[in-house]
């Protein structure tokens, strides 16, 4: 029980860290993904373009979405 005391500090410190990575490579990616496809999906339904010129709208819109966030 003595050596916790001594090292509760660096375990504090460590689990911030974990939890912080965590966060930063897993959590954060998946929602911005989520968030960019719901959006690309979102603001091309209104369009009347065919299947191909639609396909590609929403790609790049993903992408571009992606890149704003930070993830490409």
Do not use: H
Not at 6 to 30: A, D, H, N, Q
């Amino acid at each position: 029980m003595a050596k916790l005391k001594e090292y509760k500090y660096i375990i504090l410190i460590g689990l911030v860290i974990l939890g912080f990575s965590f966060y930063w490579y897993e959590w954060r990616p998946t929602k911005i993904k989520e968030r960019c496809s719901a959006d690309a999906r979102f603001d091309t339904r209104v369009l009347s373009l065919n299947d191909e010129e639609y396909q590609k709208f929403i790609n790049t819109y993903y992408e571009d979405c992606l890149m704003r966030f930070g993830l490409k």
